[in-house]
């Protein structure tokens, strides 16, 4: 596989490995988005140690495997470590044998390693701070799926490794553009429908990607991976979830609550359909699954944090539960028979607006507008009197004293207007002037994939942004 996009990340890896002084560096970001591949491919896969942690495995038995792994790199220590301490003592000594110019250390997985009591973090600690940080010839690179505990025991951490972290990289989903450059090193020769609706699906997770056949279709391509009973992603979605949390459930329930929500729950919601205590342990699950990229968190325009919405946003998880979940049994080409009904246009509409809020830089690009100071958020006015209610999904409330109001179409053809629509449009401009009473101008923009259909309903619109400027 080569090496497409990433090359912040890649700039990044090779400094560090170029610096004078030890390098300290953190790589997190959802399972199968390329961390472990992104390191090795960068060093070549020559490392002066390796080690990857052990999914559901105690202390001990982390143990066995980093004394496995020091032998393998090296150690001349017959017996397994009694504690973190000891490992990271044997890795000293190995160190100190290597005549690497510069001693990269890649530990994979590392939340993994630190199961309850094992004291991992301050073993950790006493490595880097005792003996790493003194000298200029180490590059620890530490790396794990579990985006909450990289930034929570390790980013922010205040007892021994406050600020020790010299870099750390966020390893993000692939945008449309870098998923496009990866069909062309697959020689999957598909157009940006192609690619868009096949990223409606995976997102950018570039694992996902990985596994297309060129030989098939993109159609029988989601059928062989998510549809036969043998497919390799059939089972994704509880791996998912139980790579990243060690505790899964209430993280499933918190999600499942959301699907049902298109636009999204307060907190309130989620806890009245969840079930789950109204505590700080809540707040931590929402802010993981904020830190993975599962959900997101805003606002709409004029309201405080308190009254936030939460929605899902991860496209895979959309997909599973409105397709794969409901299909035990799917019969052979359930997906391509499905493609163009009612409810697979249902789908692509959320999976498109998915898409929008993951490349809000490429839609102020489109815009010119860039280079000015915004905040995006949503709007909704309800039903009074004579009124009818609004919603608007996104709003780009600008510096400028312009308010850009987006509306999201995905069709294959240039998305019509009609009398019915262009009413309700109207309704919604109005509502919100009425709102901000007048202090801003309201733009309307669409975003539609295919462009709109210029007719007598059509010059409401000032702008339109279509998926090609989606791939800039």
Known sequence: MILVGREKEIQ??????????????AIYGRRRVG??????????YKFSFTHTGLANTNTRGQLREFGF??????????????????????LRELMDTKTDAKKVIFLDEVPWMDAPRSHFISALEHFWNGWASARKDVLLIICGSSSSWIIDQVLNNYGGLYNRVNRSIHLHQFSLRECEEYTKTKHLNWNRRQIAETYMIFGGVPYYWSLLNPKLS?????????????????????????????????????????????KGLTREEIITKTKLADNGKLSAMLQDLIKTSFIRKYCHLGQDVKQAMYQLVDNFTLFYHMWIKTEANPSPNYWTSRIGRPDYNTWAGLAFERICFRHIQQ?????????????????????????QGAQIDMIIDRADDVITMLEMKYTRA???????????????????????????????VMVSASGIENNQFSDIVQNVVTLDQLFT
């Open 12 to 25: 990044a890896l090779k400094e560090a490995y170029d610096w004078p002084r030890s390098q300290f560096i």
């Open 35 to 44: 961390k472990t591949y992104l390191v090795r491919e960068v060093f070549d």
């Open 69 to 90: 792994s020091l032998r393998s790199n090296g150690s001349n220590h017959r017996g397994n470590p009694k504690d973190w301490y000891e490992a990271f003592d044997q």
């Open 218 to 262: 993109m159609g029988q391509n989601i059928e062989t991976l998510l549809f036969r009973t043998d497919g390799e992603l059939r089972n994704e979605y509880k791996q998912l979830y139980a790579s990243l949390f060690k505790s899964p459930e209430p993280y499933i329930s918190i999600i499942e609550a959301l699907v049902s929500s298109r």
């Open 363 to 387: 839609i102020t690009s489109a815009l010119s507008i860039g280079g000015i100071v915004y905040n995006v958020r949503s709007w909704r006015a309800p039903l009074i009197k004579d009124k």
């Open 414 to 444: 240039p998305f019509e207007i009609n009398e019915n629509y262009r009413s309700n449009l109207n309704n919604k401009i109005t509502r919100l002037e009425e709102y901000i009473r007048n202090t801003k101008s309201v733009q309307l």
